[in-house]
Nanobody, 126 residues
């Protein structure tokens, strides 16, 4: 059974930093990639960043490039999202999701993901 659990969300001031964690079980990073997505109230869920160790690739949305960094710890089966220089528009529920590299034809999009965590709330105050 695949389970993904996000943690690390919270309230931070503009310009501050947070590190989100996605603890994964039931998947191995040799075969699965992990993506981070976010959804603000009234908005669609959007991709933020994805990482695939087996493909050796990372992806960042333009809105977070140069501010957010995705990384993985294979020993802990955990993917991290380091978020720096946070802005009020980064406020959202953040979700991690997993995808099988061999079966994903949609890249770092919601359509490519197979399993989702329950999310963690990030609030950036102005």
């Amino acid at each position: 059974e695949v389970q993904l659990a996000e943690s690390g969300g919270g309230l931070v001031q503009t310009g501050g930093s947070l590190r989100l964690s996605c603890a994964a079980s039931g998947v191995t990073f040799d075969d699965y990639g992990i993506g981070w997505f976010r959804q603000a109230p009234g908005m669609e869920r959007e991709p933020i960043s994805c990482i695939s160790n087996s493909e050796g690739i990372t992806y960042y949305a333009d809105s977070v490039k140069d501010r957010f960094t995705i990384s993985s710890d294979n020993a802990k089966n955990t993917v991290y999202l380091q978020m720096n220089s946070l802005k009020p528009e980064d406020t959202a529920d953040y979700y991690c999701a997993s995808y099988a590299v061999s079966r994903n034809y949609y890249g770092c999009t919601i359509y490519g993901m197979e399993f989702w965590g329950k999310g963690t709330l990030v609030t950036v105050s102005s």
